[in-house]
Each structure stands twice: as C-alpha cells, then as structure tokens.
C-alpha cells in the first residue's frame, strides 16, 4: 500500500511540473506575440521591396517598379536620416583627365559618426554615372577607406554635366539613391537626339539582346513586362547558362531623359529568357542599359525606349492579353 502511494504522488509531482512548464511557455509565447503587436502598433508587419522602399504590400508581392520580392521591412515610409556627402579632385576636372570621386554616407542629426553599409549584389555602393544626353553610361563600385569615405576613380569622355547614381543602403535603415554631380570643363558638345525605339543592341563579340515589351509598346503608370533575348552569333543564348554578374544572370539601369529619373530593375529568369519587370511614372524618352557576364567578361547592351502615357483602356487591354495568355499555357 504504502509503494502505491509513493508511487502516485511521484505521478502527481511531475504532472504538476509539465504543467507548469506548459503555462509559463504559453505565457513567453503570449508576451512575445503581444511585444511584436506593440511594436508595429497593432498592425501587421510592412513588406516593401528593398530597391524602393516606398512600394509596399503584402508577403509575396512584387515591386512593379523593378519586379523584386518584397520583403520585411518595417522602416518602410520612415524618414531617411542618411546622405551622401560627396567630393571630387580635381575639382575642374577636364575631358579624358582621371578624377577621384569621393563619398561619405553621413547622418544627419550626428555627422561625426561612420555609418556601415550592407552589401547588396556583392557591393557597399552602386555608382552608375551618366553623361547628360544619356549617351554614356558607366557602372562603378567605391572602395572603402579607413576613415568611412569611399572612393573610386572614372574618367569622363567629353565636357558637360554628368549625373551620378549612389545606389546603397545603410545597415538597419531603407534602401536610397542619392543624385550627384559631376560638371566637366570645356565647350559642351551638341547633345544626342533620339529617335524611335531601338530595342536591339549588340554588346560586342557576337552578343546582342533584343526587348520585347508586352503589347509591343511601352507605357506609363502600368506594370510593364519586357521579355529580354541574349543572342550569341544570331543564335539564342539560354541565359540561365551566363555567368553571375554582381550575384545575378544580369543587372538594367534605366534613365529617363528629361528629369533622369532612375530605375535599377533586376530581370528574373523565364524560359531561358530575361523577364524584366518596371513601371514608368512619366511618358518620354529613357535610355536602358543591361549588364550581363560571359567567360570572365562583362557586356553592356543599351537601348531606347519611347514611353507613351497609359490610359485605362491600355490597362484593360493589357490584362485581358495576359488572362489570354495564361490560358494558353495551361
């Protein structure tokens, strides 16, 4: 009798202690569940895409402007308390003379401190430069130095204004792209007048990239896609074979003419093909460039694109081809 009863309180005190352990787990988990609603304020939590941290959604969406994952982010919308501080040497720099382009990222409220950057696509800075008329581009990186300042040197081709693209992120706040400039000394040469679209590039040793864009026109203010072919000696070149370039099959800036708005769109890949995704804000001319790697070299295709104002009826008939195509598929 007195073995059972030994036995049965032994049962008792370890059901008591699971029990225990039980509450005060379902208790953390409701005290981290209620910190986490606390912190977003009661909402749910912001996913925007990391290019543009002003396009926001749900979990699983895309940014129409370069056609990114969202992910999450809840800074998304705050306050950008970062810029660029920027210089160069020489300071009147002439045609074809290498300059030294120096940048600090900088908070505002506390300028003494170095502020870290995260790395994205294997680099700290992005720094796409372009001339004026948008008939040169260049696509450079800055180094880190000891002090916080990074630095890189480029050589301009021709006298004029030029527009630099700081393309970064400080750790633990939004993306941004800071516009900077570049003024080149001597007479101005007559600026490049484009034309209709040229939507054919080649890119040097046999390479070319053709775009197509969906409805055979591009527009604004609708989710654009553009289907992307690599040619390689006329032959079509699956792209899944190019070489990784700054972590991705390739990389597309896109600079809008009169107000050089940017856009760095990044294709995925479908069918062997780019499949690129954008949304213009403003009709006129843009000038895009894609980037892409081959045996240790990398390629640049630019274009011309002529972007015309979208109404509802485009955007009618953009899905209705799209729903079109979806049934054909399956």
């Not at 950057?117 to 180094?143: A, G, N, Q, R, Y």
């Not at 409805?215 to 654009?224: R, S």
Request: glycine share 8%; aromatic share 8%; hydrophobic share 35%.
């Amino acid at each position: 009798m007195k073995q059972v009863l030994k036995i049965t309180m032994a049962i008792f005190a370890i059901s008591s202690v699971v029990v225990f352990a039980a509450c005060n787990d379902s208790g953390d988990k409701k005290n981290a569940s209620t910190k986490t609603e606390m912190s977003h304020e009661g909402g749910d939590h912001i996913y925007a895409c990391p290019m543009h941290p002003e396009v926001t959604g749900k979990e699983g969406d895309t940014c129409p402007k370069c056609g990114m994952k969202l992910e999450h982010n809840d800074n998304a919308g705050g306050p950008n308390n970062v810029s660029m501080q920027f210089t160069y040497s020489p300071t009147s720099p002439k045609p074809g003379e290498e300059v030294t382009l120096s940048m600090t990222p900088k908070i505002k409220d506390k300028p003494t401190e170095q502020v870290p950057l995260d790395v994205e696509h294997t680099k700290k800075i992005h720094l796409i430069v372009v001339s004026d008329d948008l008939s040169w581009f260049d696509h450079i990186h800055p180094e880190l130095n000891a002090d916080g300042s990074y630095t890189v040197k480029e050589k301009f081709p021709a006298p004029g204004k030029y527009t630099l693209f700081a393309d970064y992120k400080p750790s633990g706040a939004n993306h941004t792209v800071d516009y900077l400039n570049v003024s080149v000394a001597g007479t101005v040469p007559a600026a490049k007048v484009y034309g209709a679209d040229r939507l054919t590039s080649a890119a040097g040793d046999g390479f070319s990239v053709l775009l197509t864009p969906e409805g055979g026109k591009f527009l604004t203010n609708m989710p654009m896609h553009i289907n992307g072919v690599v040619m390689l000696n006329g032959k079509e070149v699956d792209v899944t074979t190019l070489e990784d370039y700054l972590g991705a099959k390739a990389h597309m800036v896109v600079v809008s003419l009169t107000d050089k708005k940017y856009l760095h769109v990044h294709p995925s890949v479908e069918g062997g093909k780019f499949d690129l995704h954008t949304t213009f804000e403003k009709p006129g001319v843009y000038r895009g460039w894609i980037q892409f790697q081959s045996k240790g070299k990398i390629y640049t295709s630019d274009f011309v694109m002529n972007v015309a104002e979208g109404t509802a009826a485009n955007m009618k008939n953009m899905n209705d081809n799209s729903n079109g195509m979806k049934e054909m598929k399956h």
